[in-house]
């Protein structure tokens, strides 16, 4: 039994056995990220080859340290020694990569919150069961002279229950950080205000860009597909700019489900679609689209990463060393 | 601006195929000289691509580091710059051929793939945004520069069916492995700011680690037996191809987060 169990051991603990699981990692991203990009990754089988591979590299690593007080005795050269412990730092903080993973794959959370100004999102809750929410003060968009996008900006105020804790303005690259939560700008979008009229009655809607809505008492519905800033047929269904020079709904029309024609309607235009039944899309409301997460493995993997850098340079800091004249140039060390 | 630009980059690619071939006639006939103009004209060359450069930095008001077009001009550019410095060091000239084939081969591509892009730059979205850009695109850029210097080298080794560099391709391979995981370091923490993960399975970034584990396998093995010599080389020259996937087939096949044109 013992004699089994060190043959494990061995197999598990060898530099052979890491070498193969990191060739089949590379197989299986290169496979995986061609045939399944999407769900590749949260299959069994390649976080079971994580695991192995995270297995082999601790072990690996514990034989290193080990081994290290012989290994740098053995040394003189403080190159060499200097590549001894650049191996240790670099699996080492490999090994905290993974860690760090893995938490965040078993306790982290991540989601998207849309919220249009003047709206209030629940982002989560305390220790104490308290609510702490999101609310957006303003969505802006800045732009370049040339009217491309510089910025993204979403001005929000945090709360705990009703008290205010934080404001602040979230954009790309500077999310707002709370007690291990981190709120990212994502994207952002337009929600169309609707009126709808059927059979006399009158319905208003805040509605999203593909969303079908019926018009009551009638086998009509309209969709409103999508807000162009600047229209231009010329552009079909592209904006000409980012800025609303000639804002338009481009919507359509069906009769029992069937498509009977596409338009694309200035605000406050109320448009007749069949005698008793009209819509009229009456203004835009901009939201914020954000990231809200939650990964406890931060911190190790943010520890794994700059001990990876620093022990890959140590670990090849033999690259500037002076090589032996030889000519069959073998490297001596280790 | 763009017309310089234009002209200092063809310029640069001609000179480079230009020194590609005196080195190649240089290592049929032996003769020094071919070797000194080989160099004169590689020198010429990387003058030229770094005036292309420095036009590029004047008229974007920024590095030459944020999208597909200046990577490619600053990789070429460094690469070269890594094989002068390399022959300064060893005297050893058997591998200018294939390194300024290549070098002329990805000026080419920036004719080919993106002929109006010499003048033309647009500003920075916001995601580029950051202070981590200049960090992780150079590192990336050396790491590149040195897979190409080392594959030049192991390319050569293969081909006369000796080993006496190989010291040379491990240093070039070792150096790149080492600027590629900061550049992936780099590029994580970046992320982690601007997307929201340190990883997304991104094309890039998948190809990226294909690319680093290519290489990790490599600095494993490159001294074992049945691997040493002529396997290591042919795992530095398979390494360099993916390398040119990881920018070329990722850019203009593959879309992703990393998609800047």
Redesign the interface.
């Known amino acids: 039994m013992g004699h089994v169990f060190n043959n494990m051991f061995k197999i598990s603990s060898s530099?052979k056995t890491?070498?193969a699981l990191?060739?089949l990692?590379?197989v299986f991203?290169?496979v995986g990220?061609s045939i399944l990009?999407d769900r590749?990754?949260h299959l069994l089988l390649f976080n079971a080859l994580l695991i192995m591979l995270f297995i082999n590299l601790g072990l690996c690593t514990f034989n290193r340290c080990l081994k290290l007080r012989k290994l740098l005795a053995k040394q003189t050269d403080i190159i060499k020694q200097l590549r001894q412990w650049g191996l240790l730092i670099l699996h080492s903080g490999l090994i905290f990569i993974l860690i760090g993973?893995m938490i965040n794959g078993w306790a982290g959370h991540?989601g998207t919150v849309k919220l249009a100004e003047g709206e209030r999102a629940l982002i989560t809750r305390d220790k104490e069961g308290e609510k702490v929410t999101l609310f957006l003060e303003a969505f802006e968009i800045e732009l370049?002279e040339?009217n491309?996008?510089?910025?993204?900006l979403s001005r929000v105020s945090l709360y705990k229950g009703d008290r205010l804790e934080q404001q602040a303005t979230i954009?790309?690259?500077?999310?707002l950080q709370y007690e291990g939560i981190?709120i990212?700008?994502?994207s952002y979008g337009s929600m169309v205000d609707v009126t709808i009229e059927g059979q006399g009655q009158v319905d208003t809607f805040t509605a999203q860009e593909g969303q079908l809505l019926d018009i009551p008492g009638s086998s009509w519905q309209v969709k409103v597909f999508k807000y162009i800033p600047d229209f231009d047929p010329a552009y079909g269904m592209e904006s000409k700019s980012i800025q609303p020079n000639n804002p338009r709904i481009i919507y359509s029309v069906y009769q029992d489900k069937v498509l009977m024609g596409v338009g694309a309607a200035p605000f406050g235009e109320r448009i007749e679609i069949d005698s008793a039944a009209y819509v009229e899309f009456n203004g835009l409301k901009s939201y914020s689209v954000l990231?809200v997460?939650e990964d406890p493995g931060?911190p190790y993997?943010?520890a794994g990463?700059?001990l990876?850098?620093l022990g890959?340079?140590l670990?090849?800091i033999?690259?500037f060393a002076k090589?032996r004249k030889s000519?069959?140039?073998?490297?001596a060390e280790e | 601006m763009a017309v310089l630009i234009k002209i200092s980059i063809g310029l640069a690619m001609f000179v480079y195929l230009i020194s590609g071939i005196l080195y190649a006639v240089g290592l049929k006939t032996r003769h020094n000289q071919l070797f000194q103009a080989a160099k004169l004209a590689a020198i010429t060359g990387v003058l030229a691509n770094l005036t292309a450069l420095v036009a590029r930095t004047i008229i974007s008001g920024r590095l030459p580091l944020t999208d597909g077009y200046e990577f490619l001009i600053s990789f070429t550019f460094i690469s070269v710059l890594l094989y002068l410095l390399y022959e300064k060091m060893s005297q050893s000239k058997t591998s200018g051929a294939v390194l300024m084939f290549i070098a002329a081969l990805l000026l080419a591509s920036v004719f080919i793939l993106m002929p109006h892009q010499h003048g033309a730059y647009s500003p920075l979205m916001p995601a580029l945004k950051s202070p981590w850009l200049t960090s992780h695109v150079l590192t990336a850029v050396i790491a590149y520069s040195a897979f190409t210097l080392g594959a030049a080298l192991a390319a050569v080794q293969l081909v006369k069916k000796e080993n006496n560099e190989d010291i040379n391709v491990y240093r070039a391979a070792g150096g790149g492995f080492v600027m590629l995981s900061i550049s992936i370091v780099l590029g994580g923490i970046w992320a982690e700011q601007a997307w929201g993960t340190y990883w997304s399975w991104d094309p890039k970034e998948t190809w990226a680690l294909v690319t680093w584990i290519i290489y990790a396998i490599y600095l494993h093995v490159y001294r074992s037996k049945g691997w040493k010599g002529s396997n290591a080389n042919l795992m530095v020259v398979a390494g360099f191809i993916l390398v040119l996937f990881t920018f070329f087939g990722v850019n203009y096949l593959l879309s992703g987060l990393h998609s800047y044109g």
């Open positions: 530099m890491g070498v990191l060739a990692l590379a991203s290169a990220s990009p590749f990754y993973g991540s370049y040339n491309m996008p510089s910025q993204y954009s790309v690259n500077h999310p981190k990212y700008q994502q990231k997460k931060l993997a943010g990463g700059i990876f850098m890959a340079a670990a090849e033999n690259i090589p000519t069959d140039s073998k490297m």
